[in-house]
């Protein structure tokens, strides 16, 4: 039965971290929900979890990363002018800078938040609140832009708004692709460096807590561990794919609908 749930979390985790519904809510929301405990239930859990979106995100931009670090190690010996006027070496510094609010946010506030947020009213609220603001980006952003024209104050901006997913429910693609709308880049853009910009923080997240998933897995649960970390990382894979294709040709309202009814269904539920 523990496999089966770990499978579904899986799943959820996968999905849920790329589309912008907010993974660790449902991850709160879904043992709750089906009165499931024990491993599933733990941190640790939750951290292989992440730790398999991270190798998914890595696999599917692979060719991009190693596209941006050559450029980079090309034009630095050559000077920043040079870094700064390539567009895949501006973009590789653009993304590190990015990735400095959430590191730090996370760094002295991750373990709080952990402990004192992970409760449903919050994270069904959080989840219409932020719904609201991903609508508001849709309708607000002119979409006419590239991530050929992000500057510093771009990247510093969705790094910070990347930073405040740490909340349960918010969703760190959804704020993320939220503020690059706002800041008028097209939903494929938007969506893209969305992805890559979370690529260093989840990461990052899950190697500082690998003692995390070690102990929670030596505790007789390693297959727990296993199924729960495949399900998740082809869901992730599946997920990054089916978004990137669909907001080519369709918005973000699906998603918005979703939060909102999710959340007020967990409103009316758990009150």
């Keep these: 039965m523990e496999i089966f749930q770990a499978i579904i979390l899986g799943i959820v985790q996968g999905a849920s971290e790329f589309l912008p519904i907010s993974s660790s809510g449902h991850l709160i929301l879904v043992p709750k929900l089906f009165g499931w405990t024990g491993v599933v239930d733990s941190l640790s859990f939750d951290v292989a979890l ?6 998914a995100v890595i696999v599917y931009f692979w060719s991009d990363w190693i596209r941006l670090i050559r450029a980079f190690l090309t034009n630095f010996p050559k000077g920043l002018d040079k870094v700064w006027n390539d567009n895949d070496s501006r973009l590789f510094v653009l993304l590190i800078i990015g990735c400095v609010p959430a ?4 760094f002295l506030f991750q373990d709080l938040i952990e402990q004192e947020f992970r409760n449903t009213q919050l994270v069904s609220s959080l989840l219409i609140i932020f719904a609201l603001v991903l609508f508001a980006a849709e309708k607000v952003g002119k979409k006419n832009r590239s991530q050929d024209s992000l500057g510093i104050f771009d990247s ?3 790094g910070v708004a990347q930073a405040i997913a740490i909340f349960p429910g918010v969703s760190r693609s959804g704020i993320t692709i939220s503020t690059g ?21 989840i990461l990052g997240a899950a190697l500082l807590r690998s003692k995390d998933i070690f102990s929670g897995a030596s505790n007789g649960s390693m297959d727990v ?9 082809i869901s992730s894979w599946l997920a990054i794919r089916i978004l990137l294709s669909f907001v080519q040709k369709r918005g973000f309202t699906i998603f ?7 959340g007020l269904a967990i409103l009316l539920f758990f009150k």
Excluded: C, D, K
Excluded at 103 to 106: D, E
Excluded at 190 to 199: D, E, G, H, K, V
Excluded at 228 to 233: P, T
């Design 50 to 55: 992440h730790f398999a979106t991270s190798l």
């Design 103 to 106: 590191a730090i946010f996370g």
């Design 156 to 158: 510093v901006l969705i």
């Design 181 to 201: 709308l706002f800041r008028n880049l097209t939903r494929i853009e938007a969506a893209r460096f969305s992805f890559m910009l979370s690529t260093p923080v």
């Design 225 to 233: 561990f296993i199924a729960g970390f495949i399900a998740a990382a």
């Design 256 to 262: 918005v609908v979703y939060r909102i009814v999710l």
